[in-house]
Structures are given as C-alpha cells and as structure tokens.
C-alpha cells in the first residue's frame, strides 16, 4: 500500500465509528507522522491565529467537539483551515486511546503546519503500559507491535513550543534546569521519558499558589514551582504567559499568579481538553483561542469552554477504569 492508498477522510470516519483500524493502514500513519515530526525541534515557533488544547485522554468524541466548537471543523468533520497546538496526554484513561490518537496523526499528515503535538507525560512506555493504552492496544490487536511502533512515535514529540514569541506552551511546567527556553533544544528527546532531569520536569512539573520555591512534586517527578519561580521565567524569557495542561481544571482551565502589568491578566494557564474526565469527573473542558477573529470577545485571548460531546456513548458505573494514581 503506497502513501497515497491512504485516504485519510475515510480513516477518520472509520476512526469516528469507533472501528478497529487495519493495523497495516496504522503503520503507515505511524512512519507518516515518524517522518514528519524526524524533521521538527524541541522547541517549535509558531505564530497565531492559533488554537491551544489541553489533555484529551482518548476521549475520542470529545476530541472532534473541540475541532467544532472551536470552528476547525464543519458539522462534516471537513477541515476550516485554523491553526491547533496540542499539549500532549492523547492516550490514556479513555476508552478510545489509539483512535484519538491516530485521528489527530490523520490530521497531523494532512495539515503538518497546522497542527502541532507536544509530548505529554501519558506518551511513554512506563506511564502508557499501566494506564489504558496497553491493554486497549492488546485487546485490538492480539500482540504490542502497534504500543511500540507508537511509543517510537511519542519519543519524537516536540516538548514544547512558543507562539508569538512571547506564549510558552508545555506539558508541564517549567524546570530550575531551564532557566532559557533556549536550553531545551539541548535535550536529546528521542528517548523514553526520564523520572528526573529537565526533560521530565517539562513533563511533570506543577504550578502551586502556595510554595516559595523548587520543591520536588509528590507526583514522584517533576517540580512544584510558584509566582516567583514563573515571573522570573517569564521576565528572562520576555514571555506574557505560561501555558499548559498536565492537572485537571473542574473549570476547563485555571489561571495562576494573577498579573496586573499587561493583558492577560495571569502568568500562568492551564488549559484542560477532555469534558467529564475519564467519564465521572463533571468537569468541563477548554480551549485558549489566541488572535482568533471568529472569538474575539476578550481582545487577543479567549476562553473556549465546553461540554461534553452528546455522542459520547460513556461506560456503565461498574465498567468504569480502575482510577488507581487517578492524577497521574
């Protein structure tokens, strides 16, 4: 099958019936996106109009109400030519990990300047083989060829990218390793991702109102850092903002270390993507809309908050995910 025989419209419709896609056909989205994201750094630049998400979670329905809600798709699922980045955390916890996954790598391949994948802390074999992902994949597939093929995948994600110069988009969070944005280019990327180190705290790493500084995350990776360890990232690096995703916001979002200097009025935002989380939260989602003339609202930032999808077909009570480490 050559790279043409691929159609990827008709993928994403077998994706969205929620079939078991041709494990030949998802090799050659996988070495596809290999491909693609060989050629990207660790850091993109990148330019608004834009659109950043947060966490998915193989919540597939989910993920196709953000490309509506935020005007990316037509009620036909047909593409509008808007610009998304995502922050990682596609796998995992859903019910539909490997078709969410692949149906952002359809999209990823038909428009690779359109749309951008961070790598998240779910996008490693430790985290992916306890966590849903594995077991989706077996159940599917009979063997872990397909968890593997993905996992190299995951190890050529970009860890993070700055949009106008002056928004810093990441996982996580930010690391007393990496003072300059600068120095993350100088992490070799294409590995697993480590329990210490600066590459893990871009992936692990939390903002708390309540520290004064570095403290070691209870999460067993990563850094808790507060308002003065973000301001003065923010100050060396002349950024605006912080982004990220990483923590489940009830809100769809949460801002941190209030501002009084410029618009926006936070240093810091988590932006959450997956509306009822894992099916029992209750939560609501979000998507920040960055120079976007269809939302314009709040001048150049705006808060896209939503519900969950009315397609989502959720699991009974009992059938739920065992949510051991439920904030992992």
């Known amino acids: 099958m050559s790279e043409s025989d691929l159609n990827l419209s008709e993928i994403r419709e077998s994706i969205y019936k929620c079939e078991v896609i041709n494990e030949d056909k998802v090799t050659r989205l996988l070495l596809k996106l290999i491909d693609i994201l060989n050629r990207e750094n660790n850091v993109l630049l990148l330019s608004s109009p834009i659109i950043i998400c947060g966490d998915i979670h193989g919540q597939l329905f989910d ?10 798709m037509d009620e036909n699922q047909q593409w509008t030519n808007k610009k998304y980045l995502f922050m990682g955390d596609y796998v995992d916890r859903g019910y539909h990990s490997l078709n969410t996954f692949l149906y952002l790598v359809t999209l990823k391949i038909e428009h690779p300047y359109d749309v951008s994948l961070l790598r998240g802390n779910h996008e490693s074999r430790q985290i992916s083989h306890s966590y849903g992902f594995y077991n989706e994949i077996m159940a599917n597939y009979g063997h872990s060829g397909l968890w593997t093929m993905c996992n190299d995948a ?3 994600l970009p860890l993070a990218a700055l949009v106008d110069a002056d928004i810093f988009c990441v996982h996580g969070g930010i690391s007393p390793s990496l003072p300059l944005i600068e120095r993350i ?3 070799d990327r294409q590995n697993e991702i480590p329990n ?11 903002p708390d109102e309540r520290v004064k500084t570095y403290i070691h995350n209870s999460r067993g990776a990563g850094f808790l850092f507060g308002r003065d360890q973000c301001t003065a990232f923010n100050r060396i690096n002349r950024l605006r903002m912080v982004c990220r995703s990483h923590q489940l916001a009830m809100d769809g979002y949460q801002k941190y270390f209030g501002n009084t200097d410029f618009t926006p009025d936070w240093r810091l935002i988590t932006v959450w993507s997956a509306p009822d989380y894992s099916y029992r939260s209750g939560n609501k989602a979000s998507v920040l809309h960055v120079n976007d003339n269809d939302f314009m609202e709040n001048g150049k930032y705006y808060l896209n908050v939503f519900e ?15 949510m051991s480490y439920y904030f992992t």
């Open 196 to 206: 210490d180190g600066p590459f893990a705290d871009l992936c692990w790493s939390d």
């Open 154 to 156: 995951f190890d050529l």
């Open 185 to 187: 280019s100088l992490i």
């Open 308 to 322: 969950k999808s009315e397609d989502r077909v959720d699991p009974k009570k009992d059938e739920l995910p065992i």
């Open 63 to 72: 993920l196709v109400k953000l490309f509506k809600v935020s005007k990316g």
